[in-house]
Every structure is written in structure tokens, then in C-alpha cells.
């Protein structure tokens, strides 16, 4: 299974930079061992039974064979769980936020801390350039540094807004204090990123399991940044087999972009796209919204009575020991179920939580890059998101934030970044750069449609943390209609989801605001659903 040399052409802007900072000491013949404990006699099998260190070189080679044949055989079959033990942390420095959306957080299996555009100013310069020359260059840099100082001039803009929201909300504090400088900037500078361009770099801790990292490597030539991919992953693979050489026996060649079922679809649907295909999508998936940010779409017919009959089945109890509202109650209310308020979610490891994954729902939903950047953290939550050039046309597309509406010169600088935008991506177009690199200069605030399903025990946790005041705000108002809907069809269910300082309250879990110093100066504890409204 030995890989096939790739020369891939690099960014003008340099490769992803990439170091291996803590691994599995042999992941290898680590995933050897634990495939042999499953059939072993003696007990726990190690690395070094597998190995041959310290053993003649005749029985050395031996143990080795046999190492190697275990192994092959074993991924062959598809007995990969072998390779979830072993994990690998990267930091993870110029790659861009198109690149970690479409790619590295668009599944369940990894773990990322990754820089806050949200908190930490973007300077200039810090984007990723693709291989353009000439023309398409000069245009593509031209976008994309007039999108930073768009933000940069936004900033400033929304700030004396951003501040008088602040105090508003805060009464008590005095507006002449410096102390609140950070925290107004910071409001500020979250809705301004808005006009960023999804090019711009990021850097961050990534850790995977080794099978996740052979499913990238295996999967990294698709859509949406086929090229930023194949040299992000290359250089996560190169680092891990100078790390382990015999990892490279489990590395298979990447699956090519042509070879994927999007892209034969995505060519037969090419005259369709001629015709017009993504605006009539985009006016018939919004119509479908009913003027909601989310829509909920379908839900198990009787949810309600089958979850309080799986909490009777966990007890052992008849309806008439146990009602569905008790049932319902046990599980979801707060003083019942006090580990709904904790800062450690135990759900999944407790009999009684594990009773709402029987419950589920199904939202379309509509979000700028960004805010879904943040919705596709919650991995449990999962989402069919979609080949983003294909929802796309020349007309400007976006999510405007409340804040920017606000302030008629915070409105005509949004305008002309979004102008500045969509305007620079038909421009490349028409130079004949292709998709994938032409959508590097959307902006952040570049809608987004998909459709995303949840269980109640992932959704519960999803809806109680952003419906804290301080979650963003697109993902905040997604939230608050989905609690609003799932009220509405299951009541008994809905009645039980609010803030996480509700749910605290409710508990008897002090203090009721978990965000100490960030506290979002709204007693929410005390509001109910149709009361949250903010605008910072």
C-alpha cells in the first residue's frame, strides 16, 4: 500500500504548515497488539510482544512477517478499529477557513481548538493565494485586500454601536470605564469578520485517530478545496511516517476527484447549472423557510410517548407505576435530571439520558460560512452541506448581522464589501479561474443551505449552549426557532430546553451564569423562549 509521489502545484501564499506534536509512540504495531489481545490466550497483548525487539535476528524477521501480515489482513477486512487507538495531534498553522468548513470539521471524528475570528483582530495579508498569474492574480489579491480593510473600517464603524448595545445591556457599568474597551471591540469586530474573505488563514490544534487520518488521506481529492487538501494531508501523513516509517503499509492512494459519485453528478448537471439552476435552488429552499433561519422539516410521529416508555423500560415500571409526564419529566427536567445542568455533559454514559437518542428531528436551515463554521463543531448534530459553488450564481448572496442593519454607514461599507466580493469572484471567473479557486474570496457572510438532524440527547445540548446570550448570533436565532418548533409538535419535550443558566436555576446548580466574568448581563434564567431577543 505504498503511496504514489504527487507533485502538487503550491500556493503562492506557501504550503499549510504542519507539525506532528504529540503521537502514539508506535501507532503501527500498536494497532498489531490490540488485534492480537482479541484472539489471545495469555491476556493483554503489548508492542513489544509484537514487535521482536531484543530478540535474535532470525526470530526477529519472523515476528516481523507475521507483524505485517496481521496487519494487512487486518485492514483488508475491514477491521479498522485497531487504528482508533492510536491518535496524532497536529498544529495546523495558513489553512484556510474554507478549507477547515468544507474539510477537516465536516465529520464527527476529530477534536480542534482552533483561533477565534469572533476574539483575535485579523491583520492583513494573512490569506491564502492560490496558483494564479497575471490578471487573475491582480484581481484575486485586490478582492481580498479590499475585503480586510473593509473589515478593518467596519470595525470601527460598529464600534460606538457595539457600545451602545453594550451599556444598554450592561446599566450598571460606566460607559467612561476603559475596562469594557476589550469586550465592546471584540462585539465589534465579531459582526465585522462578516466581510472577511473565506481565504483568510487559520491556525490550530487538530487531533484524529490513525484511521481517521487514512480516511483523509484516502478522501482528500473532492470538493470544495481539492488542492489545499491534498497538501494539508500530505503533510499530516508525511509527518506521521517520519514519526512511524511502517505506517506507510496501511496508506492507501488517494481516491481521485474524477472517481468521487459528486463529481460524476456534478458533470452531468453542468447544463443545468447553465441554466440558471442555483438561483431557482436558493429562491425555492428560502421559500420553503417560511422566514425562519431554521425550518423543522420532520419528526418521528408519538416522540413524546416513546420517550417516556424507554424510561419505563429502564426502571422496569408500567404506565400506571410511572405516567408519560413523569417519564418525560424524569428524564429532561433539570430538578429530575440534575445532570442536564452540569458543566460535564455524562449524558451518554447514563441509562436515563441515553433515553432521548430514541427522539430526533430534522431542520433546513440557512447560514452565513461563518456561523455554520461554528453549527458544524456540534459533530453529533450532523449536516449535508453542500458543493458550495453549486448553490452560487454572480448575484451577491449573503447574511447580514443585526448589529451592521443598525447603522446606515455600517449598511453602505457592508454593501460594497459584499459588492467588492461576489463582484471579484465573477470577475476570476470570467478570467478563467475555476471554482475552487475563484470562491476563495467570498465572503465570510456567503450564504449557506443545508439540512441537519439531530437526536434529542445531541440536540439538547446543541440548543441549551446556544441559547446562551453569548453564543453568535446567527447560530443563536437557528436555535431559538429550532427550541420554538420542537415545543410546538412535542410541548411536553420543548418545555424542558432554554439557556444553560435556566437549566442551572433549575437544577440547583450555583452559580446560575456558567461564563463567570463573561457573564452576558441578562438574567435569561428568569425569560421565557418567546422572550430571548439581543443584538450583541
Known amino acids: 500500500m505504498a503511496r504514489t509521489a504527487r507533485n502538487l502545484i503550491p500556493f503562492l501564499s506557501g504550503p499549510p504548515l ?21 484472539y489471545s490466550s495469555s491476556g493483554v497483548l503489548r508492542v513489544e510482544d509484537v514487535s521482536g525487539d531484543g530478540l535474535p535476528e532470525e526470530k526477529r524477521k519472523k515476528k516481523a512477517e507475521q507483524r505485517d501480515r496481521i496487519a494487512q489482513s487486518t485492514y483488508r477486512a475491514g477491521h479498522h478499529t485497531t487504528l482508533q487507538h492510536a491518535h496524532f495531534q497536529f498544529t495546523i498553522d495558513q489553512v484556510s477557513r474554507h478549507c477547515i468548513w468544507s474539510f477537516l470539521h465536516s465529520h464527527p471524528f476529530y477534536n480542534s ?27 484575486y489579491r485586490e478582492t481580498c485586500d479590499g475585503l480586510v480593510g473593509d473589515y478593518q473600517r467596519l470595525t ?10 453594550y451599556f444598554r445591556r450592561f446599566k450598571a457599568r460606566r460607559p467612561e470605564d476603559p475596562k469594557w474597551r476589550s469586550s465592546i471591540q471584540k462585539k465589534a469586530q465579531e459582526v465585522a469578520r462578516y466581510v472577511l474573505p473565506v481565504a483568510i488563514h487559520a491556525y490550530l490544534y487538530h487531533t484524529v485517530s490513525a484511521l481517521t487520518l487514512l480516511r483523509y488521506h484516502r478522501a482528500c481529492d473532492q470538493f470544495d478545496t481539492p488542492l489545499e487538501q491534498r497538501l494539508l494531508v500530505d503533510a499530516m501523513v508525511a509527518a506521521v511516517l517520519r514519526h512511524d516509517p511502517l505506517f506507510e503499509q496501511v496508506v492507501e492512494d488517494p481516491l481521485a476527484l474524477e472517481e468521487t459519485p459528486e463529481w460524476r453528478a456534478f458533470r452531468s448537471f453542468a447544463g443545468a447549472r447553465e441554466n440558471g439552476a442555483a438561483a431557482e435552488f436558493r429562491r425555492e429552499f428560502d421559500a420553503s423557510l417560511e422566514g425562519r433561519t431554521s425550518k423543522l422539516v420532520a419528526w418521528k410521529h408519538g416522540q413524546e410517548a416513546l420517550l417516556a416508555a424507554s424510561v419505563r423500560e429502564v426502571f422496569g415500571l408500567p404506565r ?11 428524564a429532561l427536567a433539570p430538578d429530575q435530571n440534575p445532570l442536564l445542568g452540569q458543566s460535564l455533559k455524562v449524558g451518554m454514559h447514563t441509562k436515563l439520558s441515553r433515553c432521548l437518542q430514541h427522539v430526533s428531528y430534522t431542520f433546513r436551515k440557512k ?3 461563518t456561523a455554520d463554521s461554528q453549527d458544524q463543531r456540534h459533530r453529533m448534530v450532523p449536516a449535508s452541506r453542500p458543493i458550495l459553488s453549486t448553490q452560487l450564481s454572480d448575484e451577491p448572496d449573503f447574511i447580514t448581522p443585526a448589529l451592521v442593519r443598525m447603522e446606515p454607514r455600517a449598511e453602505q461599507i457592508y454593501g460594497e464589501a459584499m459588492t467588492r466580493a461576489f463582484d471579484g469572484r465573477a470577475r476570476l471567473r470570467r478570467l478563467g479561474v475555476s471554482a475552487e479557486f475563484a470562491d476563495y474570496v467570498l465572503p465570510n457572510a456567503v450564504a449557506i443551505r443545508f439540512t441537519e438532524s439531530g437526536d434529542l440527547l445531541s440536540l439538547h445540548h446543541k440548543l441549551v449552549a446556544r441559547l446562551c446570550y453569548n453564543a453568535q448570533e446567527e447560530i443563536f436565532a437557528a436555535s431559538l426557532d429550532e427550541a420554538q418548533q420542537i415545543a410546538a409538535v412535542d410541548p411536553r419535550i420543548g418545555a424542558q430546553l432554554g439557556a444553560p443558566c435556566l437549566l442551572r ?24 423562549l418567546e422572550q430571548y431577543e439581543r443584538t450583541i
Not at 120 to 137: F, N, R, S
Not at 518 to 525: A, D, L, M, N, S
Request: charged share 20%.
Open 113 to 139: 481548538e482552533q483561533v477565534s475570528q469572533r476574539y483575535v483582530t485579523v491583520k492583513p495579508g494573512h490569506y491564502a493565494i492560490p496558483p494564479l498569474e497575471g490578471a487573475a492574480l491582480a484581481v
Open 320 to 330: 400506571a407505576a410511572l405516567s408519560d409526564d413523569a417519564a418525560i419529566r424524569l
Open 156 to 165: 470601527e464603524v460598529l464600534t460606538p454601536v457595539a457600545s451602545a448595545e
Open 367 to 369: 447560514l452565513s460560512h
Open 18 to 38: 504542519v507539525h506532528l506534536e504529540n503521537a502514539f509512540v508506535r501507532p503501527y504495531e500498536n494497532a498489531v497488539a490490540t488485534a492480537r489481545t482479541c
Open 505 to 528: 436555576m433549575q437544577g440547583g446548580v450555583t452559580p446560575y451564569c456558567p461564563e463567570g466574568d463573561r457573564y452576558c448581563g441578562v438574567p435569561v434564567w428568569k425569560l421565557a
